[in-house]
C-alpha cells in the first residue's frame, strides 16, 4: 500500500480534471507525430527487426531496461500540485526486448503507452490498492490486446515480451517526465511490501539498481 502522504500517490478531482485535460490533448499531438514512426499499413515488405528500428530512432539503453529516445515535449511549463515545474508533456519511443524489460518502477505522473511495433507487450501493474494485474498491449484486438494503455501516477508498473522478440512503443507523460517524479524498485524493497506477487517481483524487479 502507499502511504497518504506518499509524493508518488494519485490527488485529487482537480488533479484528476488537470491529467485529463492534458491527456487528452496530448493525445492528439501524439497521434500526429505517430505517423512518422508507424510503417505503411499498404506495404508488403516483412515486419522491420528490432535492429532496423534501433538505427532508424537512434534508440539507447535505458536505466530501467529496454531502448529509448526522447520524441518531443512542450514548450510550455506548470506547476504541479506539489509546486514543481514540469513540462505539460514529454514522450519517448521506447522498445522493450525479450532478453530487456522495462524492470519495475514508479512514476508521479501519468504515462500512456502507444503500441507501434512488434510483438504483444505484457504490462504488469501493482495499483494504489496493492492488486496485481496485467494488460497486454497489442494490434490483436480481437484477442483482448489493445493499442494503448495509461499507467497511473502511483502505480508500480514494469513491461516484458514474454512471446517473441521485441515490442516498438511510444511513452507519453503528463505532466511531463523529471528524474524528481521517477524511481526504479528493487526486488527486497517490493518483496517486503507485496510477498504474495514473489515470483513476479523476482521476474520484473532489479536485484540491484543499475548504476
Not at 59 to 76: K, M, T, V
Not at 138 to 148: A, D, I, Q, R, Y
Not at 200 to 205: D, N, R, W
Amino acid at each position: 500500500m502507499f502511504a497518504k502522504n506518499n509524493k508518488f500517490m494519485c490527488r485529487g478531482p482537480k488533479a484528476v480534471l488537470q491529467r485529463v485535460t492534458f491527456v487528452s490533448i496530448f493525445v492528439i499531438v501524439f497521434m500526429i507525430s505517430a505517423g512518422n514512426v508507424m510503417p505503411n499499413s499498404n506495404s508488403s515488405r516483412p515486419r522491420e527487426s528490432r535492429e532496423f528500428w534501433m538505427e532508424k530512432l537512434g534508440l539507447e539503453p535505458h536505466p530501467e531496461g529496454g531502448y529509448f529516445r526522447y520524441a518531443f515535449g512542450s514548450d510550455i511549463y506548470r506547476k504541479t500540485a506539489s509546486g514543481a515545474e514540469r513540462k505539460n508533456y514529454s514522450g519517448i519511443y521506447f522498445m522493450v526486448t525479450h532478453d530487456s524489460p522495462s524492470h519495475f518502477h514508479q512514476m508521479i505522473s501519468d504515462e500512456i503507452w502507444y503500441y507501434h511495433s512488434g510483438d504483444p507487450l505484457m504490462m504488469h501493474v501493482i495499483d494504489e490498492t496493492g492488486a496485481y494485474r496485467t494488460v497486454r498491449l497489442g494490434p490483436n484486438v480481437e484477442h483482448g490486446e489493445v493499442l494503448s494503455v495509461v499507467m497511473r501516477g502511483g502505480w508500480i508498473f514494469g513491461a516484458s515480451v514474454d512471446s517473441g522478440d521485441y515490442t516498438l512503443v511510444s511513452c507519453a507523460v503528463v505532466p511531463g517526465f523529471d528524474d524528481a517524479d521517477y524511481r526504479i524498485l528493487t526486488q527486497s524493497e517490493l518483496l517486503g511490501k507485496y510477498p504474495q506477487y514473489r515470483d513476479i517481483i523476482l521476474k520484473m524487479a532489479y536485484q540491484n539498481l543499475p548504476k
